[in-house]
């Protein structure tokens, strides 16, 4: 069973920064998308960035400018370069990677920024 490695979360002050990384534990055939989701207490999980195959980027509105999708195909690793860090960026962050039609989900990295 595949599992997705995450890594990176944390507690920051307003305005900091913070790099997620996300890597699978074993081999994710004719991997279609990459992406970040989060979480907050009492909501539902949303789309933050997600990347495709071919290079297609798509961010929340809520984090276009300050944060940054990529990906090393190498290593079939995806990061989140996130700046500007805002309070209500507070969540637990889910990585995301869809291959050969099945869905994976990491375990969640909990980000907490502080005012």
């Known amino acids: 069973q595949v599992q997705l490695v995450e890594s990176g979360g944390g507690l920051v002050q307003a305005g900091g920064s913070l790099r997620l990384s996300c890597a699978p534990s074993?081999?994710?055939?004719?991997?279609?998308?990459m992406g970040w989701y989060r979480q907050a207490p009492g909501e539902q999980r949303e789309l933050v960035a997600r990347?495709?195959?071919?290079?297609?980027?798509n961010y929340a509105d809520s984090v276009k400018g300050r944060f940054t999708i990529s990906r090393d195909n190498a290593k079939n690793t995806v990061y989140l370069q996130m700046n500007s860090l805002k309070p209500e960026d507070t969540a637990v962050y889910y990585c995301n990677v869809w291959g050969a039609g099945i869905g994976y989900w990491g375990q969640g990295t909990q980000v907490t920024v502080s005012s």
């Open positions: 990347i495709t195959s071919g290079g297609s980027i």
């Open positions: 074993g081999s994710i055939f004719s991997i279609n998308a």
